[in-house]
């Protein structure tokens, strides 16, 4: 049976201690400007940001009789690699040798020896000195306008430490009964190399197997291929007969026995494995072939479905690897912190998936297949089902956010039962989704996603349905954690500081405030609050007064703009604006990069005017352009919202309670 064995994570220095050798069948080096710039350049990233470790993908080699390592796939990397030690002098040869290509042999001799190799125009060996010539001319910070090249010596020398002990490789040797024939004219037809996911889903079948329970393979490999499919609800990637066994009659629950953190989930649940094995097609261990085709073939319904679909795409906030990530600390990040050696500072697992087969091979002993692949099922169905997803959309304007779960429509005349979807909550819907789009606006990075992780942990480990009954309350706090975590450091501020005010200012903290402002105006509620200065909440009432609709979407506004402009203050000192007054949160507004380019420095009253018929803007920014077009915009206008923005944020415990 051809399953992947095992998977060896190897710096460049320990790849190249073995003796590797490139088939015949295997096609000419072929990497060009797009794909040598992007390496070079994500591993100038990685070391000025000081990652340990970058990860260049993945290797699949055979071990032939003699010790040497057949290359299956990924020689376009490891080529480039060997290039890469040759012009940096690394110290380090790689032995490649070629089958029946002696000329591209004597290439690497000469070119590991010190020396530049000759014959430029030789056909067979040309594209090796294009490879050379683009990687001394690519330019490894693209935001830097000085030239930063291989041509730099420091850089060179930082570069060829950084490639020869860090770079790693992720190398898994294939059984040698494995097919490669037949393996590699998959690869050939795919075009691409297997992703780091898809290694992992071979390594977990094959720990199934060697559990012996091959005959849930079929079925954990339909698990793990309807999870991956992101922009598609989870329900609709099984057939019907499937989708009642795993959320009843109604769709609308997951039916699995104890709780996913169980560390006897997956056995407790063998009898709902088994009635889903009676519906698949029952097959040993997948081959190798079976598995690189699983992706090849994403239609993973076994027959016709019965769907409602009105051709209705939805975009998910994060993709399947950081899903993974996310699993991946739920479960085992206990694990993960006991391998960190006592003189080191013991980690959470990070979300970024570029460590995905770090992390994995750090706590694959933990890792028991069928626990894994339910507890996958389990986090897909939450995260369809509480968390947002939006239209899919180039004009983020039009971006709109969904929040639903299934149910079954019944038309007994027609005896028809329908795939549909509803909003999730009967009650507090546009309050939910509004906090929880709230908080993905402000952090879009998918590895700094710390809000998901913690409403997923809350479904993991507390009963599901008092985390729905207290779904907005628990999201609430979230935020308010949030603000304490990111930006309560940045009010109470009284004198200009470069680093707490300006373009300083987390996004998160314009985002909180606005909701701050709706959920007040949603509410409708009288403000009876305890301040020192009562006036101050006739103020705030007027300022609430100006937001003329309150049903605004948060989107992915991503810049701040200065509503009183820098140009201005430079220009008109006799105004008294200070640098204080032109950098607070009383003058900030945040908005697109478009708008912020449109509005440059156009004077606050054309600002104003320019949006006077928009009623869906965010709140503040409603507040302010209200102002600007009743008294004007200068110091004492924005002295006085400031002091509105800084009472709504003191009283936010209040407001969201």
């Not at 026995?257 to 063998?270: A, C, H, P, V």
Request: with cysteine.
């Amino acid at each position: 049976m051809n399953i992947i064995k095992d998977a060896d994570v190897l710096s460049v220095e320990n790849l190249f201690k073995d003796k590797y050798i490139i088939p015949l069948y295997q096609r000419n080096f072929a990497w060009g400007e797009e794909q040598i710039s992007r390496l070079l350049q994500d591993i100038y990233e990685s070391l000025c940001s000081g990652d340990e470790h970058f990860y260049v993908g993945s290797l699949i080699v055979l071990q032939r009789s003699n010790g040497e390592l057949e290359v299956i796939d990924g020689q376009q990397r490891l080529t480039m690699l060997s290039i890469l030690s040759g012009i940096l002098n690394m110290g380090m040869r790689l032995s490649l040798r070629y089958d029946s290509r002696p000329e591209v042999e004597d290439f690497f001799r000469v070119l590991h020896s010190g020396s530049m190799p000759q014959n430029r125009k030789e056909t067979s060996i040309s594209h090796f000195f294009e490879a050379i010539d683009l990687a001394w001319s690519t330019q490894l910070d693209v935001e830097k306008t000085e030239p930063i090249t291989l041509k730099t010596e420091s850089v060179r020398v930082k570069m060829a430490d950084y490639i020869k002990h860090h770079v790693c490789v992720v190398r898994e040797i294939m059984p040698s009964d494995t097919d490669v024939a037949a393996y590699f004219e998959i690869m050939n037809n795919r075009g691409e190399q297997l992703q780091e996911h898809e290694i992992i889903k071979g390594l977990l079948l094959g720990k199934l197997h060697e559990e012996g329970h091959d005959c849930y393979s079929q079925v954990c490999s339909k698990i793990w291929d309807a999870c991956s499919q992101m922009e598609t609800r989870i329900q609709k990637s099984f057939a019907p007969s499937i989708r009642k066994i795993l959320f009843g009659e109604d769709y609308t629950t997951i039916d699995l026995k104890g709780r996913s953190e169980d560390i006897s989930f997956g056995n407790q649940n063998i009898p709902v494995l088994d009635l889903l094995k009676v519906q698949s097609k029952d097959v040993g261990a997948l081959t190798l072939e079976e598995i690189v085709n699983s992706r090849l073939n994403t239609d993973v319904l076994s027959e016709v479905t019965e769907d409602n679909d009105d051709n209705f795409t939805e975009e998910s906030i994060i993709d399947f690897p950081n899903f993974l990530m996310h699993i991946f600390r739920l479960y085992y990040n206990q694990s993960y912190r006991l391998s960190f050696h006592k003189t080191e500072e013991a980690k959470d697992i990070p979300l970024s998936e570029k460590y995905l087969l770090k992390v994995y091979n750090t706590i694959k002993h933990e890792v028991k297949p069928l626990d894994f692949f339910l507890r996958l099922l389990f986090c897909r169905v939450v995260f369809d089902k509480y968390v947002v997803k939006s239209n899919v959309t180039d004009d983020d304007k039009k971006r709109e956010w969904v929040l639903l779960k299934p149910y079954i429509y019944e038309d007994n005349k027609h005896k028809t039962r329908t795939l549909c979807f509803k909003p999730t909550f009967d009650n507090q819907q546009n309050a939910i989704i509004s906090s929880l789009s709230c908080l993905q606006v402000s952090f879009r990075a998918k590895p700094y996603k710390n809000f998901l992780q913690t409403i997923l942990n809350w479904f993991v480990h507390e009963d599901v349905a008092s985390v729905e009954n207290s779904f907005l309350e628990k999201l609430h706090r979230l935020m308010l954690d949030e603000f304490n975590r990111t930006s309560i450091d940045y009010i109470g501020l009284t004198e200009y500081d470069e680093k707490r005010q300006g373009t300083s200012v987390p996004h998160y903290l314009f985002n909180f405030t606005d909701y701050l402002y709706w959920w007040i105006k949603y509410n409708n509620k009288p403000i009876n609050w305890e301040v020192p200065d009562p006036n101050l909440i006739i103020i705030v009432q007027k300022e609430l007064d100006l937001i003329r609709k309150n049903e605004f979407r948060f989107l992915n506004r991503n810049s701040i703009e200065h509503h009183y402009p820098q140009k201005r203050h430079e220009e008109l000192d006799s105004e008294g604006v200070t640098d204080f007054d032109l950098n607070c949160l009383g003058n900030l507004i945040l908005i697109s990069k478009s708008a912020n380019s449109r509005l440059s420095d156009k004077n606050p009253l054309d600002k104003a005017a320019l949006y006077s018929d928009k009623t869906d803007l965010p709140p503040t920014r409603q507040i302010i352009y209200g102002i600007t077009r009743n008294v004007g915009w200068g110091k004492e206008q924005i002295r006085t919202h400031l002091k509105c923005v800084e009472l709504i944020l003191a009283q936010r415990e209040q407001i969201l309670q």
